[in-house]
DNA sequence: TTGCAGCATGACAACGTTGTCAAATAGTCA
DNA sequence: TGACTATTTGACAACGTTGTCATGCTGCAA
């Protein structure tokens, strides 16, 4: 038995002794067959353990219930992408649905190769988290009329009309900043993302709205933006603690940098006398001492509602873009509380 | 062009001038085609924006490089899971071939029917993190020759020879027991995930075993097993520490139990009280005061190595199955090393 | 000019499936 | 009985691709 081929229907058909396309409409169950051969049939393709041929099947059929989307994300073991993608599998479970994933790390040329991939595999449609600022990488299947829909990061194409399911990064910066604010700080560090992400641009354009509509000057020196691991933000964040005079407080604005700031406070024996805050949550946040403070996001639900969307589209749904747009509140856990050293 | 059906080399070879097969010539580099006729159908490709159907071209080629994989895992939402995959998608990518994945939230009735989809789709190969002892989920497709790599869990199938990856998780264990052990523990609380689990059960042996090993009695009342979310585990925990006499230490054979410990020990402030030793790393282990000591995993480096063991099997290697167990030390931070209160 | 090698190109079958239609069989009614 | 209908079954094309083979053309030597 090891290495034998594969059965195909004519295999189940020779066993059972009739002919192939009467195995494939028992197998899909179309009716009008004997229960005779319904039998027999179906004792066959238990005894050779038949599976139809998925590609063989969508490649003829010509119209058919969805079975694999396509998910580009960044990086699936950043816990905010790996619980989108729970999100979206969780919907695409209830249809019956596979999701094809993979990470770009960022790279827009992954990217295209991620999207074209996707794309040679017939995949039903697609849900990406584009770091390509104008989308050029899905421009040729927008254009076709794939069914796309956007994640966290809304991209930026005159005219065009699509679905967008993101959070309010900007609100959210600006929360996270008057809260810092509002317990007194006017010295405030900015670590964030790359701001030619999206997500970034607008947290980062969220901070400074914030500084500025109170009044206080933009200090460039205390916004440090890039790409990091949490380690490398951890080494970062504590040689900006180093200084003098140090911030009396920070935010950070993407999880990594929230993790590595944790860590580098912890570090100096700080994490009592800095104020910090996070976007997006992190683990454990409230078993530190202080908890940490933070705009959470519930990247589950952002995934939910994509793939939602993305069902209604794939349904038939030819309706204008939807675009979601979902708001959030700081979680106050003690971190982003604490007001400045009146000494300092 | 909104909406158009997607073009085919039927369509290429029309806008070229040209039969499809020589389409097809030109799309897979075959050569003895003219620069002319090169240039003429290249153009016409980028016009039209065709790409290769994947489907068509694997169901014809009779032998080729493999362009999917699958991967069956618990619940990408958790870290070991996703960091599994991480290491996967590394390998693969450099091969230039996807990772189809899906969750199966520990049913076996849900492993059952993502293996089945998974072979309907006709992946090259399977990545296996079965929680079904006897791997029955994966029985017909191991006797018909498809390579499958086990990670994690290792199958107990009389006389079969299959590739296995995985922690040590006994010799984890009994490392992780006899280090609370060695700090002057003799009555400790164990919890983990459900012991029908292969990891969940080696790891209860290997506890059980430290403990039979120093002398002392084995205390059923302070094992605890079963599977829960990180909420529910800090709850559950929470009410172990309430009993008195409560244990001098904890050992938390899983994630998601140790991420509930930290939380119910912090929640009773029993941080500096009761010593806490885990089963797999978690994030801001080290920023904790104390730090989390552990027996780490490295799921990253399981997934390559499985995914480097998948490939060697679809390059033609049919040698006898591989296992490798690997070994990990315990990382001290501090809650690991707590002693047990002597008024206690 | 003829013959032949060598190359470029195309025609056609096949992969495993579904959709269409025709054939064969059984059943009904005048 | 004969014609007509309904039901079961099978033959065959088609999906988009690759593999095999035949055809046509060019150039060169005799």
Redesign the interface.
Known sequence: ????R?PTLRDVAAEAGVSFKTVSRVVNGEGGVSELLVDRVEAAVARL?Y??????R??RRSTSAP??IGFVLV???N?FF??L??GI?EVA?SR?C??????TEGLVEREQQLV???????VAGLIVVSWDAEAETLR?EL???TPVVFVDAEPDIPGADVDVVRSDHRAGAIAATRHLLAHGHTDIAYFGDNPAIFSARLRLDGFRRAIADAGLPVASGREVTGSHS?REWSAIIDRHLAVSPRPSAIFTAQNFAT?GA??AL??RGLRDAVAHIGFDD???A????PGVSVVPQDP?DLGRRAAEQLFKRLDGDDGPGVRQVIASAVIQRGSGEIRPDPTG
């Open positions: 038995m090891s290495g034998s594969r353990g599976h139809p041929d998925q590609r063989a969508l490649l079975t694999t990086d699936v073991a816990s790996s619980n993608l729970r599998e479970m019956q596979l999701v094809l994933a993979g990470s074209d991939a996707l794309v040679e595999r017939r040729s254009t076709r009329g949490h993790l944790v860590r912890h570090h992190i683990d454990l409230d078993a530190l001492t589950r």
